[in-house]
């Protein structure tokens, strides 16, 4: 009955690869958001997605790119890995008209060699 | 732009003793504020939010927080730390609607 979970919960490859992380949310949300948190423990958004727009932190590179197959799911695909993408990663979700209820997954942890 | 801090990076307490952990924030208005925990290795469980009405918020696990617009600071408060207690503890704003802003963590000790 996990309300926002996550995949795999620690994901640890070679710069250069690319790779996917999971996310699915079973609470009806219609939004759905990736932070990232860094090696000091700071917390930014990436990304928030809905079915009608993506809205993207300018400071975060294209290497990085949701993708949503249905309203329950957004996977955070990253493109040429680097050192720097070495991070916990939380997906969350939240009502399109309640943003500020948000429901987080329990993070991704990537580690970049 | 929006901003948060949290002064304190590293707090030990004894188990037993009361704790105050402190957040201040940087915006024009007074936007939604949040109080996060981060237990080792888990996502983040929401502890209390204030939206309007009484300063005082009371929420789960026993803690509370008080929003003091002079001083733009959302306080959290716990009488007595119990040793499951120690985590991190993020202050987040939002202002209404928009994306969280999240400060950069208070991490807790708590010593037998």
């Known amino acids: 009955d996990t309300a926002v979970s996550q995949t795999p919960k620690y994901l640890v490859t070679q710069m250069g690869n690319d790779k996917s992380i999971k996310c699915e949310q079973n609470?009806?949300?219609?939004?759905m958001y990736w932070y990232k948190q860094d090696s000091k423990k700071f917390l930014k958004i990436m990304f928030s997605?809905?079915?009608?727009?993506?809205?993207i932190n300018e400071t975060v590179p294209n290497r990085f790119s949701p993708k949503s197959p249905d309203k329950a799911h957004l996977n955070l695909h990253i493109n040429s890995l680097e050192l720097g993408d070495s991070a916990v990663y939380f997906c969350?979700?939240?009502?399109?008209?309640?943003?500020?209820?948000?429901?987080f997954g329990p993070g991704t942890r990537l580690t970049v060699l | 732009a929006q901003s948060v801090t949290q002064p304190d990076i590293h707090i030990t307490v004894s188990e037993g003793a009361s704790l105050e952990l402190r957040c201040n924030y940087s915006?024009?208005?007074?936007?939604?504020l949040f109080w996060y925990v981060q237990s080792p290795g888990q996502g983040l469980q929401l502890l209390l939010k204030?939206?309007?009405?009484?300063?005082l918020v009371q929420g789960i696990k026993g803690f509370e927080a008080e929003f003091k617009r002079s001083q733009s600071s959302f306080n959290l408060r716990k009488p007595s730390v119990h040793w499951s207690d120690a985590a991190e503890y993020f202050c987040a704003v939002n202002n209404y609607g928009q994306n969280f802003v999240f400060g950069p963590g208070t991490r807790l000790s708590v010593l037998p």
């Open positions: 915006y024009g208005a007074t936007p939604y």
């Open positions: 969350a979700s939240s009502p399109a008209d309640r943003r500020n209820e948000q429901f």
């Open positions: 204030y939206f309007s009405g009484d300063t």
């Open positions: 609470l009806g949300h219609d939004t």
């Open positions: 997605y809905n079915n009608k727009e993506l809205i």
